[in-house]
């Protein structure tokens, strides 16, 4: 996978910070469904925490509320 020849250059702003805007969101939705599945698996939200490299109760604050939309629950 050649991701950065598909990126545009520095030197072109207007199409570069849009692709930082596009990776940014695609970044949000892969953490977002990761720690959800993670969360379904049985991970505490300290586990949740240390793999994103924040504490349990930021990991907690960002996410329970999507996470328990997202379960139903």
């Known amino acids: 996978m050649k991701v950065r020849e598909a990126l545009p250059p520095a030197q072109e702003p207007a199409a570069a910070l849009a692709a930082v805007t596009a990776l940014r969101r695609l970044a949000n939705q892969l953490e977002l469904d990761a720690v959800t599945e993670a969360i379904s698996e049985g991970w505490t939200w300290a586990q949740v925490g240390q793999a994103l490299d924040i504490s349990a109760q930021a990991a907690h604050k960002k996410f329970a509320a999507e ?7």
């Open 67 to 73: 996470v328990r939309a997202r379960r139903g629950s």
